[in-house]
T-cell receptor, first 114, second 112 residues
Framework: DTGVSQNPRHKITKRGQNVTFRCDPISEHNRLYWYRQTLGQGPEFLTYFQNEAQLEKSRLLSDRFSAERPKGSFSTLEIQRTEQGDSAMYLCASSPRAGSYEQYFGPGTRLTVT | TQLLEQSPQFLSIQEGENLTVYCNSS?????LQWYRQEPGEGPVLLVT?????EVKKLKRLTFQFGDARKDSSLHITAAQPGDTGLYLC????????????FGTGTRLTIIP
């Protein structure tokens, strides 16, 4: 069990470009969550998956954001036409199953939009 | 709107002292987690409490969930420099709704 991994760890992009982040959850964890954390704040929920099904999306997730978990294993989060306000740490977490409150976080992807 | 308020926001104390961090809400949570986060890293789970009034100990750390499941506290005894970090509480509101609502965090600095 190697824990949750995220790639890349850091991404610098110019405003208007598209970016994609990847999250690999702990093996056999059914649930996968995405959160966003800005400086000085706690993480905020974006979306989550039960296997390959996306069950909920936050109002924070504008139309420029899309997340997938095609085979119920790894997940990707894409941001189209990035804006400076998208600069944040994007965190992924996984948990074993529905009803399991423990979530295990990856190291995050730090996005900087210039 | 942040549903979980943490206090204090910043705390700087000498090594060996005791401290308590608070996490308060007007909402009821089915469970509450405490995490510690280092700069540039993801939060690391310390403990989960699920029963009102529950107390859990992790070495020098004591966690308590309020009787009404609206608040929690973290008490550290004989703080050490290795305890330095951002402490986050996070609540989940129910089975089938395990997404976490986080507090704003308490940044703790232990001075050697």
């Amino acid at each position: 069990d190697t824990g949750v991994s995220q790639n890349p760890r850091h991404k610098i992009t110019k405003r208007g470009q598209n970016v994609t982040f990847r999250c690999d959850p702990i093996s056999e964890h059914n649930r996968l969550y995405w959160y966003r954390q800005t400086l000085g704040q706690g993480p905020e929920f974006l979306t989550y998956f039960q296997n390959e099904a996306q069950l909920e999306k936050s109002r924070l997730l504008s139309d420029r954001f899309s997340a997938e978990r095609p085979k119920g294993s790894f997940s990707t989060l894409e941001i189209q036409r990035t804006e400076q306000g998208d600069s944040a740490m994007y965190l992924c977490a996984s948990s074993p199953r529905a009803g399991s409150y423990e979530q295990y976080f990856g190291p995050g992807t730090r996005l900087t939009v210039t | 709107t942040q549903l979980l308020e943490q206090s204090p926001q910043f705390l700087s104390i000498q090594e060996g002292e005791n401290l308590t961090v608070y996490c308060n809400s007007s909402s009821v949570f089915s469970s509450l987690q405490w995490y510690r986060q280092e700069p540039g890293e993801g939060p690391v789970l310390l403990v989960t409490v699920v029963t009102g009034g529950e107390v859990k100990k992790l070495k020098r750390l004591t966690f308590q969930f309020g009787d009404a499941r609206k608040d929690s506290s973290l008490h550290i005894t004989a703080a050490q420099p290795g305890d330095t970090g951002l402490y986050l509480c996070a609540g989940a509101q129910g089975f089938g709704n395990e997404k976490l609502t986080f507090g704003t965090g308490t940044r703790l600095t232990i001075i050697p």
